[in-house]
């Protein structure tokens, strides 16, 4: 996406390799997302517009536009009731 920040030691997997399984995907990042410094971001996830992620997060589903997600397993802390960002 355009206009996003990616911090430092983040790693975006595009396939994975389990005991039983190989798992491949694409991974989109939309517009305006932050994602925080050391997060690991799983095959086959979208994190949508305006989306922030939060430092060490693993991300293994997908994020929705404008909210705010952490933590491993991910949470969704925050989902926008807007198009332009998270609920106040």
């Given at each position: 996406g355009k206009?996003?920040?990616i911090g430092y030691h983040t790693t975006i997997l595009a396939h994975e390799y389990l005991i039983d399984e190989y798992r491949i995907g694409e991974v989109v990042i939309g517009d305006d997302v932050?994602?925080?410094a050391n997060t690991t971001i799983l095959?086959?996830?979208t994190i949508g517009d305006g989306a922030v992620v939060a430092a060490g997060?693993?991300?293994h589903k997908d994020v929705p536009s404008g909210s705010f997600a952490c933590g491993n397993p991910l949470q969704i802390r925050h989902k926008s009731s807007e198009k332009n960002g998270p609920e106040q």
């Open positions: 206009n996003c920040v932050m994602i925080g095959p086959g996830v997060s693993v991300v």
